[in-house]
DNA sequence: ATGTCGCAGAGACTGCGA
């Protein structure tokens, strides 16, 4: 089973991105991040006709909004972070019933928090806090379960394509790689640093001063397993692929390859 | 130091968030 994450930016603007994506990578799950979109225009009936039949939206005009595509029927779908009120639509969470038992898939778009010191640092550590709470209480129910997502955190400096030059900046201060830490603290394992990987891989690129062509870029989008999934794992990789085609998302989607049956 | 995007609400560009 195949599960991928991928910050589109706009799911309106990339909709073709993901359905070239998805007929080349045809992954179980797709979890995708900013849609920019409300729930009445979610493209439906095009990501059935690509197999995705099951697909539980959270969104909102604009910003944010979450979703889970799906092959395979989704149970007990709950929406932002039990007991963190936030305006914003970051979280989705479902239940999807695999040969080995069910995994609980949650996708986050984490906030971004723009500079640190800032009040949307701020509210990034206090959703943070929120988070860790509710996968803490997610994990004492469901023994193998997934969170993935846009982190907005390179969790240790050979995520960053500066480590010097970007110490303390956002996506590198110490606040933020705390709380990563602390999430894996809770049970969970980076995936993507289970397996060998090419020296300087990141999943996202800024659009500007050609980031991608000199690969200028960060791995801020992760795939976390639960201790009871970790031997299923496979394999974990980004694929830099769509990053190439025209109009593209600055985010690379990240699949996680789970063994079949075990 | 921002040379890029995507979106909204205007008003044919600007501001915002990333």
Redesign the pocket.
Known sequence: MKIATW?V??????LPHVLQWTAANPVDLLCLQ?L???DDKFPHDALREAGYAHCAAFGQ????GVAILSRHPLQEVVKNIEGFEDE?ARVIAATVDTAHGPVRVMNGYF????EPGSE?FAYKMAWLTGLRAFVQAQMARHERLVLLG?F?IAPEDRDSFDPEGLRETIHHTTEEREHFRALLALGLVDSFRMFEQPEKSFS?W??????YQKNRGLRIDHILVSEGLKPHVKACAVDRTPRKWE????HAPVILDIARGA
């Open positions: 910050n930016n706009s799911l309106t603007a990339r900013e920019k979109l409300t005009k604009t910003y944010n914003h906030v971004n928090g723009q949307k846009d907005n996202w800024d659009y500007r001063m050609l980031g109009k593209p998302s600055d």
